[in-house]
C-alpha cells in the first residue's frame, strides 16, 4: 500500500507510460488508455490516477491565463507574488503546466498550493513533478508564516503539496488565485472559494454537469440552480451564462463583485474565469446583470430584466446578462501566445524522447493541433464578447432569411464587417456567429451570400 504525501514510496502502478500534455510530461496509469489528440467529451474515468485529455485545452487557456496577470499586472502590483491554489489537483497536471510553461522570470512570484485529498492521487502528482521538474529551479521557500509545519504539507520544487477537504483548503488563507475543478456540479465549493479568495482575485470554475446547466435535466437545473431552461441552439451560451449567474449571485452575498474574463462551453464542460472585488456597491448592482433569455418571433432572443409569466414560458433563466469576457484580456489569448508558451522546442522533445517519451513526428503535429485550438478565434471574438452582442447559430439563419441553405460562416463574418459592423466566430462545436449587426442586417447579408442566391 503507498504511503501517504509526506511519505517516499512510489504510488502503485508507478511510473505507468508517458504523455505530453503542452511542455509537460504526465505519468499515466498504465491501464488508462494512450489519449488520442484533440478528444471530445467527457472520458471514461479509470480510477484516481485518471487524467481527461478532453480538458487540455482549459488547461491551456489556464496558463496563458495566468501568465498574463503575471505579464500584465492586473492582478497585484509592483511586481508583487500571487498564491495560487489549485483546490482538487488530482494528479497535478494544471499544477505543473503552470511551473513548467510560464515563463522563468515570472515564476518566482507565483507561490502554488496543489490540493488534494485523494491520496493516490496526490501522490501521483508529487512524483510527477519529483521526476520532471522544472525547467528552471524556484528559487523561493514555503510560506511557513501562513501554513506553519503540517504533516500533511510537503514542498517540493516549488509546488506545496496539502493533503485536506478542497474546502477547508480554500478558506485557510486569502489566495488571489483559486481553480475549482470538480467532477460534476462546483455548487458545494462555491462560497468557500469566494471566501477563500482576497479582496481582489481570480476564481477560475469548471462545471461538467451540463445536462443541469443547460436545462436537460430541469430537475436538477431547478434543484442546482433555482433556474430553467430550453434545450435549443442556445443551451449552451444559457450554461455559460447560469453558471456565471451563480458565481454572481454568491459572490454578491459576500460583498464580492464579478468581472468575467472569459466563459466558454467546451465540448463537455463549462469553464469560467472570473476576477473578484469587494465592493458593497457593487455587488448590491448584481441584479442589473442578471435577467431571462426570452425566445420571440421577430428576432431569435432578447434579455429581459424582469419576464412576464408569458415570456417564462418562452424564455430560459434567470441567467447572467452582462459582458462574458474582458477584451483586453481575452484579446490577448492568440495562437501564437499558445505556440510560444506551451510547445516545446525541438531539442526539449529530444531530450524527453531519450527519457523514454514515445512522441512521433505525428504527435508532434497533433499536440501543435490542439494548442492552436484551445485558443482558436477567442482573440478575434474578444471585443464583441465584451459587449453587448447578437448571438446566431448559422444552421438557423436559413430558415429566417428564407434561403434555402446558409452561407459559409466566414463568407459571412467578411460581408458583415466589409459592410461596417462586428462580426466573430465564437468558439464552440456548433457554427456560432458573433456580431453588433441589426438582425434584419444580418438576414440581408444570409440572402446575399445564400448557397441559394443567383
Not at 511510473?15 to 509537460?24: A, K, S
Request: aromatic residues 6%; charged residues 25%.
Amino acid at each position: 500500500m503507498a504511503e501517504g504525501i509526506s511519505g517516499n514510496s512510489h504510488p502503485d502502478g508507478w511510473p505507468g507510460q508517458l504523455w505530453l500534455e503542452g511542455r509537460t510530461v504526465v505519468h499515466l496509469l498504465d491501464e488508462q488508455q494512450r489519449p488520442t489528440h484533440m478528444p471530445r467529451g467527457p472520458a471514461k474515468r479509470t480510477g484516481p490516477g485518471f487524467l481527461n485529455p478532453a480538458m487540455a485545452p482549459a488547461r491551456t487557456r489556464s496558463v496563458l491565463l495566468l501568465n498574463d496577470a503575471l505579464e500584465h499586472d492586473w492582478l497585484v502590483n509592483d511586481n508583487k507574488s500571487i498564491r495560487v491554489l489549485d483546490a482538487l489537483c488530482a494528479t497535478g497536471v494544471r499544477i505543473r503546466r503552470w511551473r513548467n510553461e510560464i515563463p522563468i522570470l515570472s515564476q518566482n512570484r507565483l507561490r502554488i498550493t496543489a490540493n488534494d485529498l485523494d491520496d493516490f492521487a496526490l501522490n501521483w502528482a508529487r512524483h510527477s513533478h519529483s521526476a520532471h521538474p522544472p525547467h528552471q529551479p524556484i528559487k523561493h521557500e514555503p510560506e511557513d508564516d501562513r501554513y506553519g509545519k503540517t504533516s500533511n504539507q510537503i514542498f517540493e520544487n516549488g509546488l506545496d503539496f496539502r493533503q485536506m477537504d478542497a474546502r477547508i483548503a480554500m478558506l485557510e488563507t486569502g489566495y488571489q488565485w483559486i481553480d475549482l475543478d470538480p467532477f460534476g456540479s462546483p455548487v458545494q465549493f462555491l462560497d468557500a472559494a469566494l471566501q477563500g479568495l482576497s479582496r481582489t482575485g481570480v476564481l477560475e470554475i469548471t462545471a461538467t454537469d451540463t445536462a443541469a446547466l443547460t436545462g436537460s435535466s430541469a430537475s436538477s437545473q431547478a434543484r442546482r440552480y433555482g433556474a430553467k431552461g430550453i434545450v435549443d441552439v442556445y443551451a449552451h451560451d444559457d450554461a455559460v451564462r447560469l453558471l456565471l449567474a451563480t458565481v454572481a449571485t454568491s459572490a454578491a452575498r459576500l460583498d464580492k463583485t464579478v468581472i468575467p474574463l472569459l466563459a466558454l462551453f467546451d465540448g463537455h464542460h463549462v469553464r469560467v474565469s472570473c476576477l473578484i472585488k469587494t465592493s458593497r456597491e457593487k455587488a448590491s448592482k448584481v441584479g442589473e446583470n442578471i435577467g431571462w433569455r426570452i425566445r420571440e418571433d421577430d428576432v431569435p432572443y432578447r434579455f429581459v430584466q424582469h419576464p412576464t409569466p408569458e415570456q417564462v414560458k418562452r424564455g430560459s433563466g434567470p441567467l447572467w446578462t452582462g459582458p462574458l469576457w474582458s477584451k483586453e484580456i481575452a484579446g490577448r489569448m492568440t495562437v501564437e501566445k499558445a505556440l510560444e508558451l506551451c510547445q516545446p522546442s525541438s531539442a526539449e522533445l529530444e531530450s524527453l524522447r531519450q527519457s523514454g517519451l514515445e512522441w512521433s513526428d505525428d504527435d508532434v503535429e497533433y499536440s501543435s493541433r490542439e494548442l492552436k485550438r484551445s485558443v482558436r478565434y477567442i482573440s478575434d471574438a474578444a471585443d464583441l464578447m465584451s459587449r453587448e452582442h447578437l448571438l446566431l447559430n448559422l444552421d438557423a439563419l436559413p430558415k429566417w432569411a428564407g434561403v434555402g441553405g446558409a452561407p459559409k460562416l466566414e463568407k459571412l463574418i467578411t460581408s458583415l464587417v466589409g459592410g461596417g459592423h462586428a462580426a466573430a466566430r465564437l468558439p464552440d462545436i456548433e457554427p456560432l456567429l458573433v456580431t453588433d449587426a441589426p438582425f434584419e442586417t444580418v438576414l440581408e447579408h444570409v440572402r446575399n451570400n445564400s448557397t441559394s442566391a443567383k
